[in-house]
């Protein structure tokens, strides 16, 4: 771990003139003149910060977005939009500045499937939209045979809260019309998944939200790892704002999740069961279900890639970045998918004006808020490894325990205005 000073000089120096998040040879910065069809699927925080990025390196690309809905739905801040801290409209994301300022064409359709050997994405009403290169952004899918008793349909009655919109809203209800004294359980998955929003936030807010409503009840948390991201921080955050409200058992504990029966509201462990007034079931994750019908994962459920590039290693026409890569060492994180893209779509343009990708340097900066006015966060840059042809980590660093969490709070808030002008433009 680096001096906080010194990486935060770090961190100043690789977002100057590449927005938030990643670094590589600024020499493709004002490139154009190649042209080429781009086509991205998915306009999450990865999809279109690859579409603002490949217009911004190369205004000469055809760069086509695919996405079902006209808008798109943040995971981050849905966790306070669940504790009553913000309405569902705060999480809606507009493509209309990148469709008016950057001329990219935003097709609001699902994709069937890929022709990766006629280079087509083909879309549910039959259509067909040719590329160059393809940018999947698909997000994460759920592996909905890994909890006996948890499946889609129980979902409904359990949420998940994992993907926004009703899914949120009904979670945030159940949680409103719970009893005082009542129990909010929440089932973390194991690594890897996609965060945010995160479970150890989820459970910090929505303490706030009882302690203030519903003072008498408690949030426990049945963790399927043995230890988490910020640990320290949160346990003294829970501590200090919420006294025994907080309950984390990891599964050294109580053992593997066994069986849900979301009807009943009891989760069985190896060791007990417990009955929640409110069932949040996380469940374990994969990389989105495209991704996988066409061939571009592995046998962990996620697909292998390039860093260099995000190139997939079974098809080099083809990049994936977010949720559903697995480059190395990088959290499934927004930041992390803002960052990949930036280096995907130099890559792209330097592929296709014939030159090799350059060595990329990239950032991840999580905020996690343990309070409505409280938060915080860790970061990591890393860079690639020419020996382990793969990402490892240059330098980390966190929020300490009894940091300035107010602070932190203030810089989230910024940044949350920063991050979203950076990828959707406004």
Known sequence: MIPRRRFLRQLATCSLGWGLGACASGRYLRASGSGGRVVIVGGGYGGATAARYLKRMNPDLTVTLIEPQDAYLSCPGSNETIAGLGDGEALVRSYDWLQQELDIRKVTAKVARLERSRRQVVLQDGAEVPYDRLVLSPGIDFRWDAIEGYDEAASRIAPHAWKAGPQTALLARQIRSMPDGGLVLITAPPNPYRCPPGPYERASLIACYLKKHKPRSKVLILDAKTRFSKQPAFEQAWRELYGDMVEWISSEKQGRLERVDAAARTVETEFDTFRADVLNVIPPQKAGLL????????????????????????????????????????????????????????????????????????????????????????????GYSPDERQLTIRSSGETPPHGDRRQEANHARAWQRSFRKDVFGY
Do not use: R
């Not at 260099?308 to 959290?331: E, K, N, R, T, W």
């Not at 994180?333 to 296709?352: D, G, M, P, R």
């Not at 950032?363 to 938060?375: G, R, T």
């Open 291 to 382: 991704a996988d019908q066409s061939g571009l994962t592995d046998s962990s459920g996620w697909c292998p890639v390039d860093p260099l590039s995000f190139a997939s290693v079974y098809d080099p026409a083809v990049h994936v970045i977010g949720d559903a890569c697995q480059p190395g060492p990088m959290p499934k994180s927004a930041f992390s998918a803002n960052s990949q893209a930036k280096v995907c779509a130099a890559a792209i343009v330097a592929s296709l004006a014939g030159e090799p990708p350059a060595e990329p340097l990239l950032i991840n900066h999580c905020y996690s808020f343990v309070a409505s006015d409280q938060a915080i966060s860790i970061t990591g840059v890393y």
